[in-house]
């Protein structure tokens, strides 16, 4: 069994490739994300190498292996599927969750999984309208959704992702009610302002700036 610090090694390089695919991840903007140096970062790097769960090529950078992105899917399933069990059956609230998961997602058997996967009704998305990886084979291909800085006026659309999962940032859109599932329509757009306008159901307009906008996803209303 791979211990925590490869699993969290191997699910962070996944999330770098989502951001730029058929790329090969630097081992500085590895280091930034696991919070290590590059050195560090790089001694993990030859050891996942050496176990056949990376390519690694010194200079340039370094991806998945088949192997290693199968076992890293694995654990952002254990992840999600935590995610959603505590808001859902635990009530927790969605801001901390992430910070709970990091810790359980290695602790968790596969038959717990399997029997919170059927409790929870085989989910395809967490809290935050992460995917959910299935339980074998590669994530479904999902339409490139745009971010509500990208939206035209006068539309409607449903969030479908929160991408950043700062406790407060959360706090921040669930305050807008700007959760996954809700039905927005964006009224105006100013560029000197850098913002946009937007009214959520049932709530009252209120204006985002670009940067707190783009890191909510919508789809088509």
Same mark, same amino acid.
């Given at each position: 069994?791979?211990?925590?610090?490869?699993?969290?090694?191997?699910?962070?390089?996944?999330?770098?490739?989502?951001?730029?695919?058929?790329?090969?991840?630097?081992?500085?903007?590895?280091?930034a994300a696991m919070g290590v140096v590059p050195g560090t970062a790089t001694t993990m790097v030859k050891a996942l190498s050496d176990s056949g769960l990376v390519g690694y090529e010194p200079r340039e950078g370094v991806r998945l292996t088949r192997a290693g992105e199968q076992l890293a899917l694995h654990v952002l399933r254990r992840?999600?599927?935590v995610e959603l069990f505590l808001v859902?059956?635990?009530?927790?609230?969605?801001?901390?969750?992430?910070?709970?998961?990091?810790?359980?997602?290695?602790?968790i058997s596969d038959k717990v999984l399997e029997r919170m996967d059927a409790l929870l009704d085989r989910p395809s998305v967490d809290p935050h309208g992460d995917p959910i990886p299935?339980?074998?084979?590669?994530p479904h291909l999902t339409p490139t959704r745009d971010s509500l800085a990208d939206c035209e006026p006068g539309r409607s659309y449903c969030v479908s992702r929160v991408v950043d999962q700062?406790? #407060?940032?959360?706090?921040?859109?669930?305050?807008?009610?700007?959760? $996954?599932g809700t039905s927005v @329509?964006?009224? !105006?757009?100013?560029?000197? #302002?850098d913002a946009i306008r937007v009214r959520p159901r049932g709530k009252? $307009?209120?204006?985002?700036? @670009?940067?707190? !906008?783009a890191k909510i996803l919508v789809e088509s209303g």
């Open positions: 069994m791979a211990s925590s610090t490869v699993e969290n090694y191997l699910k962070q390089l996944y999330l770098e490739q989502q951001h730029a695919p058929g790329q090969l991840v630097s081992m500085g903007k590895l280091a992840h999600r599927l859902r059956v635990l009530g927790l609230d969605w801001s901390e969750v992430h910070a709970e998961a990091e810790e359980l997602e290695h602790a299935p339980a074998r084979g590669r700062e406790p #407060a940032f959360l706090q921040f859109v669930e305050r807008c009610g700007l959760m $996954p @329509t964006v009224e !105006a757009r100013d560029p000197q #302002a009252e $307009p209120l204006s985002l700036g @670009t940067s707190a !906008a």
